[in-house]
């Protein structure tokens, strides 16, 4: 590793929807890396995978709903319990439906507001009070969308806002806690071929994996490549398209 960036060797990271397409593709790539891994994700099942592939010594796995405060404070203590310390969160889990403003349920609407900002909100939260008391800085890693910019397709309102209060939440952090060496960034993708963009019917009879839309390992890429930052620079906000889309 050379000195222009740090190396994730023993890095403790929380990934939230590991189980997920990008999120199990965030913990495989920090684990290559050489660092360590908090999978979390609402179903245990979900985490089956990680857990055959890598042994308790560089993966541990926990359940929860990333809507309940708890569930953020038992990921960074689950980080702390088995590895010491935590370095980076992710927060990655998400969930998005497509569709007219009144297409949505009023359950509907409700899920992607807890999920998307208050699970990102609580992760922050738990990260911010570790980070503090070890008192070296720390990564806090969104991932977001380019919906939240203005800039994805139509159909979906309520998720671009959720998305747009991601991003508003990053830039809002970074000027609160560059100073004490804890860095925001929001990673925010076009379209990306898992069963999330899938399900939520925005690519109508098209199936992603037949199209020229990124795959989960490249928002993989960037989230290592941010971790590996040296610590005199950040990176803000990272947008991401496929050379298939238009915007």
Request: with cysteine.
């Amino acid at each position: 590793m050379d000195h222009f960036t740090r190396s994730l060797q023993d890095s403790v990271v929380v990934v939230t929807g590991a189980g997920g397409g990008i999120g199990g593709a965030i913990a495989r790539a920090v684990l290559r890396d050489g660092g360590r891994v908090v999978a979390g994700d609402l179903r245990v099942e979900a985490l089956e995978a990680l857990r055959e592939e890598w042994d308790e010594s560089r993966v541990v796995t926990a359940t929860g709903d990333v809507r309940d405060e708890a569930t953020a404070d038992a990921l960074v203590a689950a980080g702390v319990d088995a590895f010491g310390r935590v370095d980076s969160v992710v927060a990655n889990a998400a969930i998005g439906y497509y569709g007219g403003l009144l297409d949505y349920s009023a359950e509907e609407c409700e899920r992607m507001v807890d999920v998307n900002v208050k699970g990102t909100v609580w992760l922050a939260r738990a990260a911010v009070r570790q980070f503090r008391a070890q008192g070296d800085g720390g990564d806090i890693v969104i991932i977001g969308s380019v919906a939240g910019l203005l800039i994805g397709g139509g159909k979906e309102a309520v998720y671009a806002a959720t998305k747009g209060a991601q991003i508003n939440l990053g830039y809002a952090l970074d000027r609160e806690l560059r100073s004490e060496g804890i860095r925001t960034t929001t990673i925010a993708p076009a379209g990306v071929n898992t069963p999330f963009a899938a399900a939520d019917g925005r690519f109508g009879d098209l199936d992603p994996s037949q199209g020229v839309f990124m795959e989960p390992e490249d928002i993989a890429a960037a989230v290592a490549y941010t971790l590996r930052q040296p610590r005199r620079m950040r990176t803000e906000l990272w947008t991401m398209w496929s050379m298939a889309e238009q915007h």
